[in-house]
């Protein structure tokens, strides 16, 4: 049964930080490349960063770039999101995914899904 579990969600006060985990399982996770969308209620699904896992390159939505940072530990079969410096419009619920490209921004290209972990920033 393929699994991804997201977890690190929270309220924090804009400035603060949190720390996304996703762990996987059920899959050959090294063929996969991985990564965090963020849904705020009413709108779609937007890719916020992506890790290729064979080549470790990445990619960050212009609103997050030098803000957050994407890893992963092969030895765990995870994938993190670092969230720096987080602003209210962070806010939302983030999904982790796997895709058999190496790694995509588009929603379609995924073809495994986390449960999602809310994230609020709000003084």
């Known amino acids: 049964e393929v699994q991804l579990q997201a977890s690190g969600g929270g309220s924090v006060q804009p400035g603060g930080s949190l720390r996304l985990s996703c762990t996987a399982s059920?899959?050959?996770?090294?063929?996969?490349?991985m990564g965090w969308f963020r849904q705020v209620s009413g709108k779609e699904r937007e890719g916020v960063s992506c890790i290729s896992r064979s080549s470790g390159s990445t990619w960050y939505a212009d609103s997050v770039k030098g803000r957050f940072t994407i890893s992963s530990d092969n030895t765990k079969n995870a994938v993190y999101l670092q969230m720096n410096s987080l602003k209210p419009e962070d806010s939302g619920v983030y999904y982790c995914?796997?895709?058999?490209?190496?790694?995509?921004?588009?929603?379609?290209?995924?073809?495994?899904w986390g449960q999602g972990t809310q994230v609020t920033v709000s003084s």
């Open positions: 995914a796997a895709t058999r490209l190496v790694y995509s921004t588009e929603t379609p290209d995924y073809q495994y």
């Open positions: 059920g899959f050959s996770f090294d063929d996969y490349g």
